[in-house]
């Protein structure tokens, strides 16, 4: 089947199998390597990506979904090599281990902060909830997002 | 602690850019041209003989490429010791675990690779299996190896002072049973690997491996090559703690196979669920612990029986069941030791090595009870606690415990100090009791874990520094950081040493057709070892520097110093050149020289003995007290962690955000093995293979942390460093059930404490409120 939908800002006319994840058309596909497959399942939040401003699991959303929508991955969020203000807090906080939920970490603090700026340490831990980290025990992680924050509200 | 230039500083960990950028590559993210994807085919048995496979059927599959079943192998098998090689890449004659690897197959795509094992045929002849320890060394027990009829696959009995006399002569002695649960690492990236068997006969493989050497020399043995035909290059890695990715896994030499029988690169990435069922696992234990004590609170003796479930093959087992019993006679002061251990055979997935390796079990169980003898005693657990802490030795003497263990600094009784000093326990009788349903508790506990672990194998680690000419520096160590922040302290010490800038070092990763061999990141080895090599390699190359500037100003090279990126004449420093400048003159000399330090770890292996129990297994001990406050749901036995302080001495904290973040991680794993984790498994079978079942802990469930770094300048370490986290994710579990007593007056002694267990015991204890 057809697929017409913008990733990181670039319009892509696809075929793909209609059974086909978010995630596989991403990696695979794209060459988009930045979402991870962690649980592929939808429990881990390592392969998150937005998709029209909300932050999904690509790996439970079929490809197909994607028609017509906006996708963000994490390689679009830095421009020409300038980071986001997100990534340079969690780089400055050290909001990060092996790296390996960082990129779903790092959109879904995106979503967080566009939809509530200024958030209580209560809601950075509900906005996580859906990303796992095993290494980092999350402390620098929301310590991460209250900088970012500070950042982006400027 | 003197003034230094880089080490110590909050400096960003040298890979965070590309790691926000999404630009890290790990294993799953490499592809080549014509590559194949492989599957497993897995038994449904967990212990079975393997009658005949029929492969004919996956073979005719359209974009098939190969399907390979255990014979293929030709009878190899690896383990952790040569008289322990149990373990075949795929089952032969027998499966011995539920979901065991029975064949693979190569296929154009993963769907077509998954359908052809589905046409794989195999005819079991299912055995009786045997699942708990206790049962499988009953006499009469299904036998799992022939070469261990009893089921034992590793024994170890050890005896230290007069255990019988220190009892009889004891005011008090206890005895308790304890059981740690079945848990696994929880890595988010599963194993992935990418290999390539070219026509030449050479192996390149891209794999996640936290060890890589490892998997260098057991590939080499598998498929008959020297170790020059193999290659081996890091990705990055996405979480380690030991077990899966220190070793080899079935899907690591499947691939290799595979693209030896097809001529073309194979990539295989594990699901999560096969992670959850058949990757390693830490040990569950039974430990029957008894603890004697004057009346004084004074340990006397301690016995502890221990009994492992060891799973299908040997793996790393016998180091886990040293590591079990070496770890008793430490942080307190003991007397009298006896241990007695067997690992067992069973019909589930294989049991090895995880973070805190071995110290979990018994500093689990004697950390519990002694608090239960200081609450007998009406002994206060913190005066218990210093009156038994060992003290910190004078370097130049050094403490040896009864087994042999020996270090140079130990800070337990700073730990004690400072965590006690912290409000959260100093205050902890101001605090409300009880909130409706809700009864809080402080908990605390001591503990510590070995550094710069240095037992058997081959243990060298060296290093390479190369100074380009515009002054940057490229350090290649053979080293992994699998998440823990050793790329950045590496590349620190290098700086320091240097007296380069530290965004002037790159860091490079493993790739063992170049990188200088290492065992890997285990033991809280990385640090210590590669750290020393590091230094010792920057110095190297840091005195041909000064040789260089030392003819570029007509004067002695001892007369110039470097640091922070200028060199200068040590008595007139406005004399100085920058470092980019000292590597152009360096580097410019005659016909182009080549400024190169080497280095290399001089600590060496130390001799354990297994059957004895004595030996120093590594170079250094970390110490640390914790405390824990939680809320307890008196009615649903539901548990809120709020709050930890972990005390911490890891010698000199090189960078503090690592050594925190560490820290924080390792206790938040700890906690969730108290509380949330644990395999329910029933007759081989694992129930919650997901992580929707298999309970991590989320965000929302974090802990304040509070890290109190407790410095001690080892002289073992490079600039004093020693190790960071093992001894929290250590500490944490102890520390959670001792303020779950505090709450609710029970003492648990079955890990994990869920919610199930708590109401059960409140019932039972008359204290449910419903
Ligand atoms: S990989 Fe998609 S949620 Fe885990
Ligand atoms: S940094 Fe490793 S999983 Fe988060």
Redesign the interface.
Known sequence: MNLHCRVNEKEYDLEIKPHMTLLDLL?EELG??????????G??G?CTVIMDGKAVNACIVLAAEAEGKEIL???G??REGT?HPI?EA?????G????????GM?LSTKVLLDDNPNPTEEE???G???????????????ESVKVAADKVRG | MEEYSVIGK?V??I????????????A??YSLPGMLWAKVARSPYAHAKILNIDTSKAEKLPGVKAVITGKDFNGWTWGFMATTRDESPLAVDKVRYMYEGVAAVAAVDEETAEEACSLIKVDYEELPGVFDPEEAIKEGAPVIHAYRANNVSVEYHWDFGDVDKAFADSYIVREDRFETGKVV??????PASLAYYDPSGNITVWAAKQSPYFHYRHLAGCFGLPLSKIRIIQP??????GGTKNDSVAGDFCVVMLSKKTGRPVKY?Y??EEVLTTCRRRHNMIIYNKMGMTKDGILTAIESRVIGNGGGYTAIGPLTMFLTGYATTLPYKLPNYRYDAWRVFTNNPVSAAMRGHGFTHTRFACDIQMHMIAEELGIDPVEMRIRNAIDNPKPADGYSTINGIKFKTCGLMETIKAATEDPLWADRDKMVKQEGPVSYGVGITGTTYQGGARQLGHQSCGAIVRICEDGTINLITGATD????SDTVLAMIAAEVLGAKYEDISFKRVDTAYTPVDPGSYGSRVTVFAGQAVERASRDAKRQLLEAAGKAWNVKPEEIDIREGFAFLKDKPEKRMSFEKLAKIASYEGAGAVILGTGYSSYGVEELDFSTGTGNGGTSFSFTTQTTRLGVDMETGKIDVTDFTIAHDAGVPLHP??V???N??????GLSQAIYEGFIMENGRTHNS???DYK?????D?P??KVIDIITDDPDGPFGAKEASEGSHVSAPPSVVDALHDATGIWFKELPVTPEKIVKALKDAGKWMK
């Open positions: 990696r988009l390597t930045g979402a991870k497959e962690g649980c592929g399942e429990e881990c390592a991955t994490i390689e969020l830095a980071l990534q969690f780089v400055e906080i050290g990060l281990q092996c790296g390996f939920c960082t990129p790092v950075i831990k509900k996580l909830e859906g990303n796992f980290c095993r290494c980092t025990g999350y402390t620098k992680i929301i | 909050r960003p960990r890979d965070a850019k590309e790691k926000v950028m999404g630009e890290a590559k790990y799953a993210d690492t929880g890595f988010l990236e599963p990055f890695i996405g979480g380690g703690f990435v699901t999560m699998c998440g823990q922040g955000v690592s925190e973040g560490q924080e991680g390792g206790a938040v794993q997901t992580f929707l991590m802990p989320r965000s929302t974090a304040r942390i």
